[in-house]
C-alpha cells in the first residue's frame, strides 16, 4: 500500500524502528480519515448547485402586461403577498381589492429587488421569480409593489402592441 504524505506527518516510529502490527494500521487509518476530512470540505463546496438566478436585475426597466387573456396586472402592496397570489394561496377577495394596484398593460416600471425561484404556481412545475417594481408611468406613477415574473416583459414594446 503506498503511504500517503500525511501518515509521515502523523505516524511516529516507536523506540528506534521497532513497530508494532496494531500501531501501524492504526496510524494509517487515522491519516486516511484525517486526509478525507480535510479534502471534504472543497469536495462539498464543489458539489454545491449555484444559486439561482433572477430573470431581471436591479434597475432594469420593464414594462407591466401579463397574460393575453387578461393583461391588466396586479402590483402588490407586500412581497408575501405577491408570491401567495403567485402561488394560488390568496383564500379571500377583499385581500387583492386591498392589497394591490391594477396597472394597464404597457405601464413601465423600474425593477428594485428580484427574489429567484419564489413563486411556484400550484397547477404546474413552473418556478417564478417575484419581483420588486417602481411604477414610472400611469396613474400609479411613484409608487412601489411586487409582481411576479410572468408580469414583465423586456425590451421595447410599442403602445400598440401591449394595448388590447
Known sequence: MPSLPIVSLVC?????????????VRCRAFAAAAALAIGAPAGIAAADPPPPVCSVAVGEPVMLRSSDFDPDVLVWDARQRAIDYA????????DVLVHTLLSRPGTRAIVTACLPGTARPKYTSDVLD?????I???PHRGRYGW????DVRFGHMSQASVTP
Open 136 to 138: 414610472t408611468s400611469g
Open 130 to 134: 417575484t419581483i420588486g417594481v417602481k
Open 147 to 150: 409582481v411576479s415574473s410572468d
Open 87 to 94: 402561488s394560488g394561496n390568496v383564500h379571500n377577495e377583499n
Open 12 to 24: 511516529k516510529e516507536h523506540h528506534d524502528r521497532t513497530w508494532q502490527f496494531g500501531h501501524v
